[in-house]
């Protein structure tokens, strides 16, 4: 079965740092690889998915995702973080159709 | 494009009562849609996937007598959650699957729902 791992349940950073959410996957065959972001008692926007070519993925308000066969991992990056920037943010994977969610990371984005 | 509207927003209700859920694609029609369930600070926990015209496939462990789902157009689903107890209070977040739009899932606002 397809899975996905968020080893950390929440992120510290100071504004203007760069960030990294992290996630690795465990699936048979071509993964299709996904990251969302949730404000609190909202749903789940999407932010940028992998389906294939490119291993670095550019997606909305300046995040990208680097692709990992080797390391089986698809982290999330923003390269200067902001205080809006604080949320909830989900790695998915797509099962037949079926998106199987991580455990989720708080991304905490202090001034 | 690709906008998923849930209604009601939030919602309480007594014990015992019933609760219906409609999820809408507003511009574009849906084949398929799920049903999430997401208890605080965790993640999203599918309950049903709900193909228009047909019967719901619940995931395992999810009462399908008690999570009623109907999939009566492309562009509508809705969950009724019967008699409904204080263990069912939680945050309902529906999507649309979209092929046309390279696979993706299109999700709704959630619902909140608390049963007192």
């Known amino acids: 079965a397809q899975s996905v791992a968020q080893p950390e349940d929440q992120v510290n950073v100071a504004e203007g740092n760069p960030l990294t959410v992290k996630c690795t996957y465990s699936v048979s065959g071509n993964p299709y690889l996904f990251w969302y972001v949730q404000y609190p008692n909202r749903g789940l926007q999407f932010l940028l998915k992998y389906i294939t070519g490119d291993n670095l993925v550019k997606g909305s308000y300046g995040f990208e995702a680097e692709f990992n066969k080797s390391q089986t991992s698809f982290h999330l990056k923003k390269p200067s973080a902001l205080v809006s920037d604080s949320a909830l943010y989900f790695c998915a994977v797509r099962d037949t159709g079926k998106l199987i969610f991580g455990q989720g990371t708080t991304l905490q984005v202090k001034p | 494009g690709a906008v998923v509207s849930q209604h009601p927003s939030r919602v309480i209700c007594k014990s015992g009562t019933s609760v219906k859920i409609e999820c809408r694609s507003l511009?574009?029609?849906?084949?398929?849609m799920f049903w999430y369930r997401q208890f605080p600070k965790q993640s999203l926990m599918l309950m049903a996937t709900s193909n228009e015209g047909s019967k719901a496939t619940y995931e395992q462990g999810v009462e399908k007598d008690k999570f009623l789902i109907n999939h009566a157009s492309l562009t509508l689903s809705t969950l009724t959650v019967t008699s409904a107890h204080p263990e069912d209070s939680s945050f309902y977040i529906c999507?649309?699957?979209?092929?046309?739009?390279?696979?993706?899932?299109?999700f709704g606002p959630g619902t909140r729902l608390t049963v007192l």
């Open positions: 999507s649309a699957y979209v092929a046309t739009y390279y696979n993706e899932q299109f």
């Open positions: 511009d574009f029609q849906a084949t398929t």
